[in-house]
């Protein structure tokens, strides 16, 4: 049942003003038949607010897409995290077959270096909780493109010793939990 | 009406603190973006896209006549635009643009300006509330009030600010 416009308004609008990210996408899903309203509420607030001040990883982040570095791979690192720890962790919590682990790195390398985006609502839960940040956050944190590239193009190329991951065979667990929205 | 917003973001430009000043606005870009886009999820491209327009103003030593806040908002209005229009968002915006103060809705105003002719308790309230964040509960402890008083206050004011963003947007 959709819920009331101005409540929701005054709740996402409040939590932006504390500093939060606030995953407008939810709330505009909870407005129901007022989705519209809403979007055009908070995108003319968004216009006329005073945004809040950021936060140290907000700065870190911001600092490392100015680099050209990828931004999520600079919060794991401040998170004092290695990749491999990461995929651990990925593997565990979805119950994934450990024989699988070099295909979650591969896949989980795309999704750093802006490659690939997280779009399953699982995985993002998943790094938000690894990383510490709010899931709405993290399809944001791409890299910079290096040089001017058609609108597509995210970031580098992988370093060669992390191939692509093939997509022909017929998906398993590893490649549902990563493609897009199918 | 200047804001103490607006002079940091000055300070922030003239000092060359582009990291701080694009986590400023991060923010304020996607979720712009995932509004304008009513939640699409091409919304964090078009993000991204807007940030390397303003990552290349501000290389480009560029200057502006009117607040950093309102050029990062002249351009998320293009590259939406532009979006729609079917165009590439991943072009610089063109060699010379400058946002004019004279032509923009945005520059002379802060939502503080659209509950200006509340009561100034209802004023002081909605303030704490919906630009610093507080909650209820903590408004009625800072202001000294009872907590049905901040209640009623919050009601009159969002009820303002609703009709104000309306026939702003």
New interface residues.
């Given amino acids: 049942m959709a819920e009331d416009v101005g409540r929701l308004f005054d709740e996402y609008a409040t939590r932006f003003a504390r500093g939060e990210r606030p995953d407008l996408r939810a709330y505009l899903d909870r407005a129901g038949e007022a989705r519209d309203e809403l979007a055009r509420l908070v995108e003319t607030w968004l216009c006329l607010a005073p945004p809040p001040e950021p936060d140290e990883d907000a700065i870190a982040l911001a600092e490392a897409w100015l680099r050209g570095e990828a931004p999520l791979a600079a919060l794991r690192a401040r998170r004092g995290l290695r990749r491999a720890q990461v995929v651990e962790a990925l593997i565990e919590r979805f119950r994934l077959d450990p024989a699988r682990r070099g295909k979650v790195e591969r896949y989980y390398h795309e999704v750093e270096a802006g490659l690939r985006l997280p779009a399953q609502e699982r995985l993002l839960s998943a790094l938000a909780d690894i990383l510490g940040v709010p899931a709405s956050l993290i399809p944001s944190l791409r890299p910079r493109p290096l040089r001017a590239q058609a609108a597509f193009f995210r970031a580098e190329e992988p370093p060669p010793d992390i191939p692509p991951v093939e997509e022909s065979a017929p998906p398993d667990e590893v490649d549902l939990l990563f493609r897009e929205r199918e | 009406m200047s804001?103490?917003?607006d002079a940091e973001d000055a300070r922030l430009l003239a000092s060359g603190e582009?990291?701080?000043l694009?986590?400023?606005?991060?923010?304020?870009i996607?979720?712009?973006c995932?509004?304008?886009l009513?939640?699409s999820?091409d919304a964090?491209?078009v993000?991204?896209?807007v940030?390397?327009r303003l990552?290349r103003e501000l290389r480009g030593g560029k200057t502006y006549p009117v607040p950093f806040?309102v050029v990062v908002?002249k351009v998320i209005d293009w590259t939406v635009k532009e979006y729609f229009d079917g165009r590439?968002?991943?072009v610089p915006v063109p060699e010379g643009w400058e946002p004019s103060s004279e032509d923009d809705s945005?520059g002379p105003?802060?939502?503080e300006?659209?509950i200006a002719d509340l009561p100034p308790r209802d004023r002081e309230v909605a303030a704490l509330?919906?630009?610093?964040?507080?909650?209820p509960a903590q408004i009625a402890a800072r202001l000294g009030m009872h907590r049905n008083a901040v209640d009623q206050a919050?009601h009159r004011a969002?009820v303002k600010l609703?009709e104000a963003?309306?026939a702003?947007?």
């Fill in positions: 804001h103490a917003r582009y990291a701080r694009l986590a400023v606005y991060d923010p304020v996607v979720q712009r995932v509004a304008a009513k939640g999820l964090e491209d993000a991204q896209d940030k390397l990552y806040r908002h590439p968002t991943d945005i105003m802060y939502v300006s659209l509330h919906l630009v610093e964040g507080l909650s919050l969002r609703r963003l309306a702003h947007g």
